[in-house]
């Protein structure tokens, strides 16, 4: 303990000093935990957008993710209303939504050009939530009444480029599964971005009876399975594969090719940077330490005359290292806390990505185990500074200690 009280008083000798590498320490440790939090946060947020789409699993033929299909839906699951019904009686699934993929012509009488649509279930307004992004209009009706046209939500592109706006009246054409033409009447109910301008040009949605009046079919593309808790993944993917073995059970993370792209740079930039930043701590260290040992090279001569051993002179300059990173990392938690509320309390809006329409809110996370990872290498690289710095004033003799000047 008394070593402790020592080193505490050995930094208040050159309190300025002390201040601006306490100061630069922490700003390190600042920049380190934003730009963790930031990077923790677009993953959470890219997470929750991926499972809200697609579910935590997907249930599919084994190869209509590998091979295009001939025809409309060949390579669809057919029963699904069957296999809908089992996995709901499951209390782990809140939701399992069918879906539809297809594409073909729409026309609005004058101009016709292509579209991807989907048909989705009629509870994917509560699944999808704000990751539905209605800009005009509504979401499609939760009962479509037969006895009326049928309803679709155009992408706010393809919207555009129809002239159509809330009501028009549209033309859907495909082929159907076998291989013939039809087309539905549909009448506009709302429109949607995306966020992505390619999609925003050619995307739609229907309803899944709509979709399948068109392909004239019962089949459906694949069905998401929404669990109440994420943490049941692994396991119910495998009772999944043995309950269904003529299926294919693949995982949101095998879907979410935007959310590994993004994952796979951002551990790249922010590592780089992380090594930077502690890069910058080792270096003010060492310059502090080293100038505090050049400064007291006699009072370590006098030091070792008193009997005071080289190992017990290099551990209280390793405590001095030791206190000056641990209190510069608490002094950075603080700053990056503070941080943390502020962005909370105002809106503050980054910038729409490349290849996209849409800005989102800035979030920073303030993360425990990244705290407790940044105040174990700030510490550690403090000592190794230290030792560095302190190893020429302990090589010295006492005689040479002593008449250092």
Same mark, same amino acid.
């Given at each position: 303990? *008394?070593?402790?009280?020592?080193?505490?008083?050995?930094?208040? $000798?050159?309190?300025?000093?002390?201040?601006?590498?306490?100061?630069?320490?922490?700003? +390190?440790?600042?920049?380190?935990?934003?730009?963790?939090?930031?990077?923790?946060?677009?993953?959470?947020?890219? %997470?929750?957008?991926?499972? $809200?789409?697609?579910?935590?699993?997907?249930?599919?033929?084994?190869?209509?993710?590998?091979?295009?299909?001939e025809f409309p839906l060949q390579l669809g699951v057919a029963d699904?209303?069957?296999?809908?019904?089992?996995?709901?009686?499951?209390?782990?699934?809140?939701?399992?939504?069918?879906?539809?993929?297809?594409?073909?012509?729409?026309?609005?009488?004058? *101009?016709?050009?292509?579209?991807?649509?989907?048909? !989705?279930?009629?509870?994917?307004? *509560?699944?999808?939530?704000? #990751?539905?992004?209605? @800009?005009?209009?509504? #979401?499609?009706?939760?009962?479509?009444?037969?006895?009326?046209?049928?309803? !679709?939500?155009?992408?706010?592109?393809?919207?555009?480029?129809? %002239?159509?706006?809330?009501?028009?009246?549209?033309?859907?054409?495909?082929?159907?599964?076998?291989?013939?033409?039809?087309?539905?009447?549909?009448?506009?109910? +709302? &429109?949607?971005?995306?966020?992505?301008?390619?999609?925003?040009? $050619?995307?739609?949605?229907?309803?899944?009876?709509?979709?399948?009046?068109?392909?004239?079919?019962?089949?459906?593309?694949?069905?998401?399975?929404?669990?109440?808790?994420?943490?049941?993944?692994?396991?119910?993917?495998?009772?999944?594969?043995?309950?269904?073995?003529?299926?294919?059970?693949?995982?949101?993370?095998?879907?979410?090719?935007?959310?590994?792209?993004? *994952?796979?740079?951002?551990?790249?930039? =922010?590592?780089?940077?992380? !090594?930077?930043?502690?890069?910058?701590?080792?270096?003010?260290? =060492?310059?502090?330490?080293?100038?505090?040992?050049?400064?007291?090279?006699?009072?370590?001569?006098?030091?070792?005359?008193?009997?005071?051993?080289?190992?017990?002179?290099?551990?209280? =300059?390793?405590?001095?290292?030791?206190?000056? +990173?641990?209190?510069?990392?608490?002094?950075?938690?603080?700053?990056?806390? &503070?941080?943390?509320?502020?962005?909370?309390?105002?809106?503050?809006?980054?910038?729409?990505?490349?290849?996209?329409?849409?800005?989102?809110?800035?979030?920073?996370?303030?993360?425990?185990?990244? #705290?407790?990872?940044?105040? =174990?290498?700030?510490?550690?690289?403090?000592?190794?500074?230290?030792?560095?710095? @302190?190893?020429?004033?302990?090589?010295?003799? !006492?005689?040479?200690?002593?008449?250092?000047?």
């Open positions: 303990m *008394k070593w402790i009280l020592l080193a505490w008083q050995n930094l208040g $000798r050159n309190r300025r000093r002390t201040l601006a590498t306490l100061l630069l320490i922490a700003m +390190g440790v600042t920049g380190i935990m934003t730009t963790t939090g930031f990077a923790l946060y677009t993953y959470e947020s890219l %997470q929750e957008f991926a499972m $809200r789409e697609n579910g935590q699993l997907i249930l599919s033929h084994p190869d209509f993710f590998e091979r295009e299909e699904s209303d069957d296999i809908r019904a089992t996995l709901l009686k499951d209390l782990n699934v809140s939701y399992v939504l069918p879906s539809i993929e297809f594409n073909g012509l729409i026309s609005n009488g004058e *101009k016709t050009t292509i579209f991807m649509g989907r048909g !989705v279930d009629t509870d994917l307004p *509560k699944v999808m939530g704000p #990751a539905l992004n209605i @800009v005009d209009g509504r #979401a499609l009706s939760l009962r479509p009444d037969p006895a009326q046209d049928y309803e !679709v939500i155009l992408g706010q592109g393809l919207a555009e480029s129809m %002239q159509a706006s809330i009501g028009s009246g549209l033309t859907l054409m495909s082929t159907t599964s076998d291989g013939a033409l039809n087309a539905i009447d549909v009448i506009v109910q +709302g &429109i949607v971005a995306t966020g992505i301008p390619e999609m925003d040009a $050619r995307y739609l949605m229907v309803h899944n009876s709509s979709a399948q009046f068109l392909l004239d079919t019962d089949n459906v593309s694949q069905l998401s399975i929404y669990l109440r808790n994420s943490d049941l993944q692994s396991d119910y993917q495998q009772r999944l594969t043995d309950e269904f073995p003529h299926l294919l059970v693949t995982p949101w993370q095998d879907r979410a090719f935007f959310y590994r792209s993004v *994952k796979n740079l951002y551990d790249r930039i =922010f590592g780089v940077m992380g !090594v930077v930043i502690l890069i910058m701590v080792l270096f003010a260290i =060492f310059n502090t330490s080293a100038m505090s040992v050049m400064e007291r090279i006699r009072e370590i001569g006098t030091l070792g005359a008193l009997g005071t051993r080289r190992s017990e002179i290099i551990r209280l =300059f390793l405590l001095e290292a030791s206190l000056l +990173g641990g209190l510069g990392t608490l002094l950075g938690y603080g700053l990056s806390g &503070i941080l943390t509320i502020a962005l909370t309390v105002f809106d503050v809006q980054m910038p729409a990505p490349p290849g996209q329409t849409e800005g989102y809110p800035l979030q920073v996370y303030f993360s425990g185990e990244v #705290a407790l990872w940044a105040l =174990f290498g700030v510490v550690v690289i403090s000592m190794l500074a230290s030792a560095l710095a @302190v190893r020429k004033g302990t090589q010295l003799t !006492v005689a040479e200690a002593l008449r250092y000047a």
